[in-house]
């Protein structure tokens, strides 16, 4: 469900946090984000900074997003895309070209994040936030006290936990999970192979309580459900309220992903979308993100700004021995996506 939420200019004072007030300016910003995935604070505090009034609409994947924009919607003049979709972007002309090189704030991006494989050049997006999809148990109600660490309980659940789990209806989340414990590419283009995928995730459905993306931290802290396919950010505000609730990094393989600041080809306020970018890649600002959301950012410099507890959860900063576990999401061919699309069409029935 898309929850819109508009937020107007505050005190003037919030901006006494500020790192470096940008020059005043006019208009409206509107936001096309995922939900819960930006402090309203620092909208605020973005407001007061440069008398732009900005309004948040949100969406639970990138496929919600795309189909969104393909349909025709015009009028967004952000969007937060993840890597994979990020070519599919370019290619269609959804998006436009913004220089991110030329802004200010540019040389504050760590050098790992300055030529992404999917825009080597910055030309079309800037970094946000980063991180992994893995799940969560709650450790006081599982069988046992702990899970191994692999895909299997979650996607072949105890009988005690039927009901109790969810999984993300993000078909590209779900689909490069099964692939993975199979042992398959997440973008394979195997009949056979994606049929295996089907019939695995069809054995699942029946343990499900829900497909759902938004709401993942509240669920598992009401006790809710007891596992939950997650994104690790969203693990980790879990766990500072049930600190019970364990991430998993499951050994067949972990998706890591990194989501991106991009202004629609039907932007309104092109010049506003860019005096935002240039401004969330202030330290200050990109560590208020990464302290509201759990996820790590690309940015120099925010170091000091991250809560203590962010720094030191596993489930933000993946520990050495699980870095080999990390799979990128690079984009799939036509025939991947289409097998894909197939399968998740056949599960939702």
């Not at 991110?100 to 991006?109: A, D, I, L, P, Q």
């Not at 459900?225 to 950010?233: K, S, T, Y």
């Amino acid at each position: 469900m898309t929850i819109k939420k508009t937020l107007k200019t505050t005190l003037a004072a919030l901006a006494l946090v500020a790192v470096a007030a940008p020059a005043q300016a006019d208009g409206e910003l509107f936001i096309y984000n995922w939900s819960n995935y930006i402090p309203p604070d620092l909208l605020k505090r973005f407001e007061a900074e440069t008398g732009i009034d900005v309004t948040l609409d949100v969406y639970d994947s990138n496929e919600t997003m795309l189909a969104k924009l393909q349909a025709g919607a015009t009028g967004y003049d952000i969007i937060v895309p993840s890597d994979y979709i990020v070519p599919r972007l370019i290619e269609e002309g959804i998006i436009q070209a913004i220089n991110t090189k030329s802004m200010e704030n540019v040389g504050n991006v760590r050098p790992a994040f300055q030529s992404p494989y999917y825009d080597p050049d910055l030309e079309y997006t800037a970094p946000y936030m980063w991180g992994t999809t893995g799940y969560s148990y709650d450790a006081d109600r599982v069988p046992g006290g702990e899970v191994e660490d692999s895909w299997g309980p979650f996607f072949k659940p105890a009988e005690e936990l039927k009901g109790q789990v969810v999984a993300l209806n993000d078909v590209s989340e779900l689909y490069t999970a099964a692939a993975y414990y199979l042992g398959y590419g997440r973008c394979t283009e195997s009949a056979t192979e994606a049929q295996d995928i089907l019939n695995l995730l069809l054995a699942q459905k029946p343990y499900l309580a829900m497909y759902q993306s938004d709401g993942t931290i509240e669920r598992m802290i009401a006790g809710e459900v007891i596992m939950h396919q997650q994104w690790n950010g969203a693990a980790h505000r879990t766990k500072m309220e049930r600190p019970s609730v364990t991430f998993v990094y499951p050994r067949e393989g972990v998706p890591y992903w990194a989501d991106n600041l991009a202004v629609p080809t039907g932007a309104r306020n092109p010049d506003n979308a860019k005096v935002f970018i240039n401004w969330m890649m202030a330290p200050q600002n990109a560590a208020e993100v990464s302290n509201y959301t759990g996820y790590m950012n690309a940015i120099d410099g925010s170091g000091e700004f991250l809560d203590e507890a962010l720094k030191a959860d596993p489930a933000v900063n993946t520990p050495p021995e699980y870095q080999d576990r990390l799979r990128a999401n690079t984009p799939c061919s036509a025939k991947a996506i289409d097998l894909r699309d197939k399968v998740w069409t056949k599960l939702k029935k």
